[in-house]
């Protein structure tokens, strides 16, 4: 891996910023996917695709490059560079995807004024090439009407999972701003590190047009699952999905392990239990394929919660779509207690239930009932 940019080409550069626990699996696939596909093609050497990564831990970035080379070779490998910032992958890659932490990184990494992305889009020479055109996705349209129409320099794809308003904010200024010579959506996704391993995700985008649609696809389907790239609407809707989901999956959880707990305490068989709630009203994703109960095979009870989607990442999940809700003076009293839960959860278990996957507030559950909190107020509680 060079440590400089400057022998790519612009128009057939891919740029990724954040190799954390997804974007390496993620970028790993799709850079091994962009390069064979270019291969398989039979497509001259010449106008190869070269790849950029912006990582500021340099055992990632290396960890990476050393992995993308035993997956595709010394030649994939080599067609690798590494720049600082944002503005320099910018001024480099004409196709740049993001997946980072959450809405603070997004801002920064896109807008700081000195180091961001939008700054180094507004350097860009007047003459930049446009991408080139790309046959219309088969996806529906159900893009922004008014959005720009005219053919980009530059695609931008984030896959974080943010706050919507905030998504919204940073995909009008960059549209704005450049006027239209960039156009970024939102592609969160969903399978967890397993199915980003894989090239199995689940990705549910936001688009402000077309022809943003039309460049972005292709590389979606990269990473995804077979009919895994979900159009979800005009810009924003992509991450407004994803965090509306988790809200519901959040509350479906807490529901799910206070019923398994109250059937503990009755003395009922949890395999019945579980077996009776998922032929009946109660059933739901969580209670079929996430249950706590460590009887149930490949359950994250029977794995001990290792693995899976982390109770901290569900705690901020449900802080996003709550911030989003109060936007919207959108009264949102679950939402609120599934948040106070998991934050119980993460601050408890000696800090150690916060890695593990969230569905062990179940355990949580049972640890607060061990210590009898309940015994302070039940006496007045409904039914008394």
Known sequence: MLPTAARLSRGSTVGWIGLGAMGHPMALNLFTKTYLAHQAAGSSTDDAPRFLICEADSGRADAFVAELKDRGGSELASRVDRVGSGKEMAASASRILTMLPSTPQVQSVYLDPKTGILPGLLSLPSNTPLLPRVPSSSVPDQTDTAAPSAQPNTLLVDGTTLDPTVAMEVAKRIHEETGGKALMI????????VAAKAG??????????????????????????????IPCGSTGAGVGVKVCNNLILAINQI?????????????????????????????????????PLPEVANSPGSRGYSGGFQSRLMLKDVGLALHAAHQYDLPTPLGWAAKSVYEAVCNDGQGEWAAKDFSVVFEWLKKLQVEGVERGWKDGAPGQ
């Open 186 to 193: 939102d592609a969160p996704v969903s399978g967890g590190i």
């Open 200 to 229: 199995t995700l689940t990705i549910m985008f936001g688009s402000p047009s077309p022809i943003a649609t039309s460049l972005a696809v292709p590389f979606l389907q990269r990473m995804a699952r077979d009919d895994g790239v």
């Open 255 to 291: 529901a799910l392990a206070e019923g398994l707990a109250l059937g503990r305490s009755l003395g009922i068989d949890p395999v019945l239990l579980h077996n009776v709630v998922n032929t009946s009203s109660g059933q739901s994703w969580s209670s079929r394929v996430n249950s």
